[in-house]
């Protein structure tokens, strides 16, 4: 069975620049997390899915960050625009019960 | 909102050697996850435990979810144990959000 798929791996970008990272997750996997997570750090929940519907967007800077899961089963979170302090992994995972499942992440670099 | 603490922070061992990480929390809860960040940033779960006590091969770990806090056993060490161990909860009175601990790093040298 396929994990949790993202890409790209990495980006690199100047700020005020546009950036979207695209997630898909495990086969029959109803809920779906963005996080993110800075240098030394554990990762932080911008936003939760159940379904198509965003249940929990409490963490995510609404000014320049945009999620949208479509038909309920890919995932995009966009940055526009980027910002020097948006460098950092962006990681999406997935749950069908209790357990989340991690993608290897997006490393976002902004100069 | 909770707290997860991990200790130690860090942790230099030899190969073949044990040892036991540490997850203290601030509240009750009902989801438990231990993780292994290796090197090139993958997270792996190790153990979904809210409570009781499972094992893997070299690896168990144990929830004593009333006394809030968690252990996470590794014995005979690798140097492929190398990496970050993270321990993420969810508050019985949270929304469905892990919130992760500032994680244990693990160096094994051979």
């Known amino acids: 069975e396929a994990g949790v798929v993202q890409s790209p791996r990495y980006k690199i970008i100047e700020k005020k620049q546009p950036v979207a990272f695209w997630c898909n997750p495990i086969s029959g996997h109803n809920t779906l997390y963005w996080y993110r997570q800075n240098l030394g750090q554990g990762p932080e929940l911008l936003i939760r899915y159940e379904n198509e519907e965003a249940v929990d967007d409490s963490q995510l800077p609404k000014d320049r960050f945009s999620a949208e899961r479509l038909k309920g089963v890919d995932s995009t979170l966009k940055i526009q625009p980027a910002e020097l302090g948006d460098s950092a992994v962006y990681l999406c995972?997935?749950?069908?019960?209790?357990?989340?499942?991690f993608g290897p992440g997006t490393r976002l670099t902004v100069l | 909102g909770i707290q997860v603490e991990q200790s130690p922070p860090d942790l230099i061992l030899q190969e073949g050697a044990n040892s036991t990480l540490r997850c203290n929390f601030s509240?009750?809860?009902?989801?438990l996850q231990w993780f292994h960040q290796n090197p090139w940033g993958q997270l792996i779960n190790l153990f979904y435990?809210?409570?009781g006590t499972k094992q893997n091969g070299r690896l168990s770990a144990t929830t004593v979810a009333t006394e809030r806090y968690s252990l996470l056993y590794i014995s005979s060490s690798q140097t492929t144990d190398s990496g970050v161990y993270f321990c993420a909860v969810e508050s019985n009175f949270g929304n469905e959000k892990l919130t992760f601990g500032t994680g244990t790093r693990l160096t094994i040298i051979p």
């Open positions: 435990i809210p409570s």
């Open positions: 995972a997935s749950s069908g019960t209790f357990e989340q499942f």
């Open positions: 509240d009750s809860v009902n989801n």
